[in-house]
T-cell receptor, first 116, second 116 residues
Framework: DVKVTQSSRYLVKRTGEKVFLECVQD?????MFWYRQDPGLGLRLIYF???????EKGDIPEGYSVSREKKERFSLILESASTNQTSMYLC???????????????FGNGTRLTVT | AQKITQTQPGMFVQEKEAVTLDCTYD???????LFWYKQPSSGEMIFLIY??????QNATEGRYSLNFQKARKSANLVISASQLGDSAMYFC?????????????FGQGTELSVKP
């Protein structure tokens, strides 16, 4: 079974702090993703990576950066946390879709971040 | 414009009855895939079912089936014989193309409550 592990389940940080959210997957997946989930808005893509050291902006990258130095690890960085970044953050991984498109995302259990 | 729309924020269903969760999508790419995920209160995202744009038949997985109407751009999830454990958030998602890094675009979600 694919395992995607996020380092923290709950996190409380102060405004202006630099915050690191870590994600590790154990299935040798090429693709990794960071989403944030807010009530009524569903999941919105922040950044994704399809290879080591490669990254692509998603729909809401402002205020975030990412790092992928190793295939299994994808980090989300909040350079200067703000209260509007209080949210649930979900990491996911998958293999490339290939022809036919099926290759579901496998998610971690999420990190609920509160910025005060 | 919204790429994935779920118009039912919340729904109730009686135990053992069938329920349909609506999802409409918008894409101009002829190659796409549609996914449904379940998110119980524990927060994990569970992949339920997949339908590719070229699939001739509606996808089925146990009690889950996908009512795929390509011309109407709808991909409704049907849960037969609802169980109490089906109470959860349900998300519809779309992948456009097979070579775009595998990202999924999610809808806003529908919260399903199963009543005993």
């Amino acid at each position: 079974d694919v395992k995607v592990t996020q380092s923290s389940r709950y996190l409380v940080k102060r405004t202006g702090e630099k915050v690191f959210l870590e994600c590790v997957q154990d299935m040798d997946h090429e693709n990794m993703f960071w989403y944030r989930q807010d009530p009524g808005l569903g999941l919105r893509l922040i950044y994704f990576s399809y290879d080591v050291k490669m990254k692509e902006k998603g729909d809401i990258p402002e205020g975030y950066s990412v790092s992928r130095e190793k295939k299994e690890r994808f980090s989300l960085i909040l350079e200067s946390a703000s209260t509007n970044q209080t949210s649930m953050y979900l990491c996911a991984s998958s293999s490339p879709p290939g022809t036919g498109g099926i290759s579901p995302l496998h998610f971690g259990n999420g990190t609920r971040l509160t910025v005060t | 414009a919204q790429k994935i729309t779920q118009t039912q924020p919340g729904m109730f269903v009686q135990e053992k009855e069938a329920v349909t969760l609506d999802c409409t999508y918008d894409t101009s790419d002829p190659s796409y895939g549609l996914f449904w995920y379940k998110q119980p209160s524990s927060g994990e995202m569970i992949f339920l079912i997949y339908q590719g744009s070229y699939d001739q038949q509606n996808a089925t997985e146990g009690r889950y089936s996908l009512n795929f109407q390509k011309a109407r751009k709808s991909a409704n999830l049907v849960i037969s014989a609802s169980q109490l454990g089906d109470s959860a958030m349900y998300f519809c998602a779309m992948r456009e193309g097979w070579n775009q890094g595998g990202k999924l675009i999610f809808g806003q979600g529908t919260e399903l409550s199963v009543k005993p």
